[in-house]
């Protein structure tokens, strides 16, 4: 049990990143142009009402002071109050957290469908036909930006065959299926064109390995071999690199979301963004974040896991 020694002092770690962060965001949020009380009562507003909602919001305050109230407010469980949805922040969040982690979870999931099988072609048949093809389409999948895949998907499957929803989230569970086969498709065209590239060469790599040599010598058949000895070895590294993606997978979140209006963490960055609403665009990073690290740490205890020679 030593090898888990890590995860006593690792959370410790993850500190100085999240103060980090929530100090980076908080300048970056500031630097938005505008004011959020001014695009809040609109352009007839006058500088009384203005200077009102700065006072309300603290927005008159120096912004070392503001920073200041920010961590004592996460020191106690909150994240300030919406500008624009007169809300606490972190009530607001709670209501949008299901949709957005039931795409990453479905995107992962049907990218880790789609990559091992590739790879696994690829890597049996590596330097013949399919090895070349699935290579192609890896680099294919690495080459379209994500807004682009959705307008595809939807011109397709939506507008032409009219097979799925264009937009929204549904009610029902059976609905909501429905609503994210295609976001989650989008995502997963891109994230498992990197795993499938990462996978490949991990499956190569451990199909000339020793391991894999003396499994046949001991007249295993090679379809044991590669799926009792081959793979498990090969997943060690493709799972920090899905781990290292998880940044990437956030952000393509925000811009499907979007496209694809699904009332999720994204779409909610997005106009408060827009909004200049400064504390929901810092709880939801902070909340990225906070996932973020989550899923790196999670990674760590399941390489150590899988992988007995790794030490962290």
């Not at 407010?73 to 300030?80: C, F, Q």
């Not at 106009?271 to 990225?288: E, L, P």
Request: charged share 15%; proline share 6%; hydrophobic share 55%.
């Amino acid at each position: 049990m030593h090898r888990y020694r890590f995860v006593l002092f690792r959370p410790l770690q993850f500190l100085p990143v999240l103060l980090g962060i929530s100090i980076i965001t908080f300048i970056l949020v500031r630097l938005i142009p505008g004011d959020p009380a001014r695009v809040l009562l609109g352009a007839r507003s006058t500088p009384t009402a203005i200077a009102n909602i700065r006072a309300q919001y603290g927005l008159d305050e120096p912004v070392w002071l503001q920073y200041f109230y920010f961590l004592q407010n996460l020191g106690k469980g909150e994240m300030g109050k919406s500008i624009l949805y007169k809300i606490d922040v972190l009530k607001l969040i709670l209501t949008r957290i299901e949709p957005t982690l039931t795409l990453v979870l479905a995107s992962v999931v049907l990218s880790i469908l789609t990559a091992v099988p590739m790879a696994a072609l690829a890597a049996r048949n590596s330097g013949r036909m399919p090895d070349h093809a699935v290579r192609i389409v890896s680099t294919l999948g690495l080459g379209f930006p994500p807004f682009w895949l959705a307008l595809m998907l939807i011109i397709l499957f939506s507008v032409k065959f009219g097979v799925f929803p264009v937009s929204g989230y549904g009610d029902t569970i059976f609905d909501k299926a429905g609503h994210l086969i295609l976001p989650s498709l989008t995502i997963a065209l891109s994230l498992s064109a990197v795993l499938t590239r990462s996978l490949r060469a991990a499956m190569i790599v451990e199909l000339n390995s020793d391991l894999a040599t003396a499994a046949r010598a001991r007249g295993m058949p090679e379809s044991i071999v590669f799926w009792r000895h081959v793979l498990p070895n090969s997943l060690v590294p493709t799972i920090n690199l899905l781990a290292v993606n998880i940044g990437w997978l956030i952000g393509g979140t925000v811009v499907v979301e979007t496209v694809f209006a699904i009332p999720g963490m994204g779409q909610l960055l997005v106009r408060a963004i827009f909004s200049r609403d400064y504390m929901v665009v810092q709880g939801v990073a902070m909340v990225f974040a906070c996932a973020t690290v989550l899923v790196n740490f999670l990674a760590d205890i399941v390489t150590v896991t899988l992988d007995p020679r790794v030490r962290l």
